[in-house]
């Protein structure tokens, strides 16, 4: 059905669908005279305007607000969904989290003086920063 109404324009006259490249209606409406847009080009049009406003990401070093998703455990595996958690929850809040961000997220969980802060900011940087192979974190981090 879709097929058959691609490259169909429709009079403005008597609202029937012809050809694109038809120069003539049946009901005798000229085209050559008005070239009318195709329907398939008119959808694009429409298509295009209903694309929300392109905005910019901030980008965020030292959130303000508290983290967004609880650090439940240290271990590589749970610290790895958390940042993506975090990076997900930024950028569905138009923000990009940079490594300093997430690393200043952890402080709520564990003081910067414990050893379990400096063990989770190691693992994240790893994460983040030290397998190249591992996906787009990098990607992700930057702007
Ligand atoms: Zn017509």
Redesign the pocket.
């Known amino acids: 059905m879709q097929e058959k109404r691609q490259g169909k324009k429709q009079?403005p006259?008597?609202k029937?669908l012809?050809g694109a490249r038809s120069l003539k209606?049946?009901?005798?409406?000229p085209f050559w005279k008005y070239p009318v847009v195709s329907q398939q080009k008119q959808r694009e049009e429409e298509k295009k305007r209903e694309l929300p406003p392109i905005t910019g990401r901030i980008t965020i070093s030292y959130p303000a607000g508290k983290c967004p998703i609880k650090l439940e455990e240290l271990d590589e595996p749970t610290i790895r969904e958390w940042i993506y958690r975090v990076l997900d929850y930024g950028i569905y809040n138009n923000r990009n989290y940079t490594i300093d961000a997430i690393i200043y997220f952890v402080r709520e969980f564990y003081p910067t003086y414990t050893s379990e802060f400096q063990d989770a900011k190691r693992t994240i940087i790893g994460i983040l920063c030290g397998q190249q192979d591992e996906g787009n974190s990098r990607e992700m981090l930057e702007v």
Do not use: P
């Open positions: 009079c006259d008597c029937e012809v209606c049946k009901c005798g409406f």
